[in-house]
């Protein structure tokens, strides 16, 4: 930043007129009324209007001042001329007393003692290479010579172009982030040695605005009352079609009466609406938090589609969840694509029974490609369903990510409290959930299909009290009645998270009637702070009944705690429930089971049902552990910790048709050419018979 200067010294050069009478001299007075006079600028100045090579600046013709005489009266000196040195003219009275200068001329400009009153214009013309004529307003006091010092009482804000820009800008405006004054009525103690403007807050401009046709490769400026911009300061360039490029910034700046401060080049990329949003062919492009509200105000919202196409910042949003329940006519049904981009700082904290943000998706709707990152979703009724896309969903959410973010709910999960049809392809990265009822990672419960999900990171899941369920991916899955995909957990997998419920897995915390088939759960901590030993923990499931468990496995997991007391505690199920429930081709390895458990087994803590087709290997050091810990059914295929004789896991086995009719084969299942230990083939999916779309 460079000083700018602005000394001008002004001789006064006394004009007589020659119709005075010689009685009038004789009596040794003055002519009434005002007289010519001229004003001289020396070479000496270096600040004046029309900044040039190395920012000094020059009067310009045509320029102009007021200058108060000692009866308070505004009078208007011009210039014809321009350069360094310049005389100005004009008429004013010639009374004892002192002179007082502004720069610019202000037909009204006032002055009081030695305050003056101006105002500083918010709309300013841009110039190529300076600030507008008429502009950086400047204060002067006459000596007993009547020479005149000006010092400027603003400050200028630079900024310039860069020279590949392709479109038309036609104009710049400048705030700070806090609504800091800019512009308006200026009030100036001339007196001070270094006078500054002062702006009346009841009439101020919060934004300076350059209008005009703004060349590429050019410096700009903005005329501005010094202040203190606590937030930082957002530039914003309009181009041609109304369109507008913003550069925000978030440090701390000040604007200084006579300095510069350089913003340095705007490379400005793509431009966006103004409003935030346009509509074309009925759906709303958003570019921005403003765009993202005027969508949600949408009287028609439920049935607007969306393509996000830039991330979205909601701090300081108060967002209210788009759509009630899953009904059609209350619930969102529209298209909703995220275009890969992030929404940051999602804030909802709600009583309804539904909370996110979308409340409720309803059945045609499609939720697919957007992220969340620094979400907090908080449902605050003793039975609402949360999570930070949806707090129910009949739709289908995809492809969809949520990191470091936290939910909260009787039903919650990071992406949806309930799944009534379809979530596929979603990721989870450091998330907090917890419920009252029934947490997940992906879901808090899921009636429809989970596939190819993930939960990693610092990632913790948490329930609070008796009879609650928590699942790495859902706390509680179950199938619906009549669809033969629904209840289906499919190719998902966790990483590194904690879990904690009543029932709890590294994958369900409850799996009724439905198939988890083809998950994985690795280094993850499954527990539960309930005081009731009735609580069942299970690497992959924590409660299954009448569900299914197919090639899936849990690997250097730990179960439990030392002091932990449980009913059932498995290294694949915890409890495996009732005739119809299956563990089918599945294996742990390197399952710490800890705590005081009545039943504990390698693959399932209690079986009333099938574990077929499995093998377990315990952590080092451990023995005596058996595949099933207790129950009704024992094994059949398998093969215990330590043994080495895996063809029996695929000879004679009989398929597994599966609750959503899907028939699974132990042969295809494993992998036994590798060295070492078998591993399940993970291209090997099946279908069920008939599959909902």
């Not at 074309?280 to 949600?296: E, F, M, P, V």
């Not at 209350?330 to 992030?342: E, H």
């Not at 050419?673 to 090997?684: D, F, K, M």
Request: net charge negative; charged share 15%.
């Amino acid at each position: 930043m460079k000083q700018i200067k602005a000394i001008l010294y002004l001789a006064v050069l006394t004009a007589m007129v020659s119709a005075c009478s010689e009685d009038e001299l004789a009596d040794n007075t003055r002519p009434s009324g005002k007289v010519p006079m001229e004003f001289y600028a020396n070479t000496d100045a270096s600040t004046r209007t029309e900044l040039t090579t190395g920012n000094a600046v020059y009067w310009e013709a045509n320029d102009t001042i007021s200058l108060f005489d000692p009866n308070g009266d505004n009078n208007r000196f011009y210039t014809t001329e321009s350069g360094p040195s310049v005389t100005f003219t004009g008429e004013a009275t010639p009374v004892e007393g002192t002179y007082y200068a502004l720069y610019p001329y202000d037909a009204n400009a006032q002055i009081k003692g030695t305050t003056i009153t101006t105002t500083l214009p918010a709309e300013q013309d841009a110039r190529e290479g300076s600030f507008a004529q008429g502009l950086n307003p400047s204060v002067a006091t006459a000596d007993a010579q009547h020479n005149l010092c000006f010092k400027n009482v603003c400050a200028l804000v630079k900024f310039t172009l860069v020279e590949n820009i392709t479109t038309t800008i036609t104009k710049a405006t400048l705030c700070g982030n806090n609504g800091e004054a800019l512009a308006g009525t200026l009030t100036i103690d001339a007196s001070q040695e270094n006078p500054i403007a002062n702006v009346d807050p009841e009439w101020a401009g919060i934004e300076i605005a350059l209008k005009g046709n703004l060349i590429a490769g050019k410096n700009y400026y903005f005329v501005t009352a010094p202040a203190t911009l606590s937030n930082g300061i957002t530039l914003t360039l309009y181009n041609s079609d109304g369109y507008i490029w913003k550069r925000e910034g978030t440090q701390s700046a000040t604007f200084t009466a006579s300095r510069i401060l350089n913003l340095g080049t705007m490379q400005p990329d793509e431009f966006e609406p103004e409003q935030g949003y346009e509509v074309i062919d009925g759906t709303y492009h958003i570019y921005n938090a403003k765009g993202l509200q005027a969508w949600a105000s949408d009287t028609d919202v439920l049935n607007k589609s969306v393509i996000l196409e830039k991330d979205i910042d909601l701090t300081n949003v108060d967002w209210t969840p788009v759509g009630s329940n899953m009904n059609t006519g209350t619930g969102y049904a529209g298209d909703f694509d995220g275009n890969g981009k992030f929404i940051y700082n999602l804030v909802v904290e709600s009583d309804a029974s539904n909370v996110g943000f979308f409340g409720g998706l309803a059945e045609k709707a499609k939720v697919h490609n957007v992220k969340f990152a620094n979400a907090q979703v908080t449902a605050t009724s003793g039975a609402a369903y949360a999570g930070v896309i949806a707090g129910s969903s009949m739709g289908k959410i995809e492809s969809c990510n949520v990191r470091s973010s936290q939910v909260a709910g009787h039903y919650a999960g990071a992406i949806v409290g309930n799944n009534s049809v379809q979530v596929n392809g979603c990721n989870a990265l450091d998330v907090e959930v917890s419920a009252t009822h029934a947490a997940g990672g992906i879901a808090g419960a899921s009636y429809g299909k989970t596939e190819y999900c993930s939960v990693s990171g610092n990632s913790h899941i948490t329930t609070t009290g008796s009879s609650t369920r928590a699942g790495g991916i859902i706390g509680t899955s179950s199938q619906e009645g009549g669809v033969s995909t629904s209840g289906r957990l499919l190719k998902c997998a966790v990483d590194g998270a904690t879990i904690s419920g009543y029932w709890a897995g590294g994958i369900a915390g409850e799996n009724s009637f439905g198939i988890v088939a083809q998950c994985i759960a690795n280094r993850v901590t499954v527990t539960h702070n309930s005081s009731q030993p009735s609580s069942r923990l299970g690497g992959v499931v924590g409660y299954n009944t009448r569900g299914d468990v197919v090639a899936s496995y849990s690997a250097y997991s730990t179960i439990g705690t030392e002091k932990l007391i449980s009913e059932a505690m498995g290294g694949i199920v915890g409890y495996n429930n009732n005739s119809s429930s299956n563990v089918y081709g599945c294996y742990s390895t390197h399952v710490s089971l800890l705590g005081t458990v009545n039943n504990r087994g390698s693959i399932a803590g209690y079986t009333g049902g099938h574990v077929t087709s499995c093998y377990a290997i315990l952590p080092d050091g451990v023995t005596g552990i058996s595949l099933v810990g207790g129950g009704s059914f024992s094994s059949d295929h398998c093969v215990d910790a330590g043994g080495a004789n895996y063809e029996v896991l695929v000879t004679g086995v009989d398929n597994l048709t599966a609750s959503d009719g899907s028939v699974w084969e132990a042969v295809k299942i494993w992998d036994l050419t590798a060295s070492g230990t078998p591993t399940i083939v993970s291209t090997y999916i099946c279908e069920p018979p008939a599959t909902k779309p």
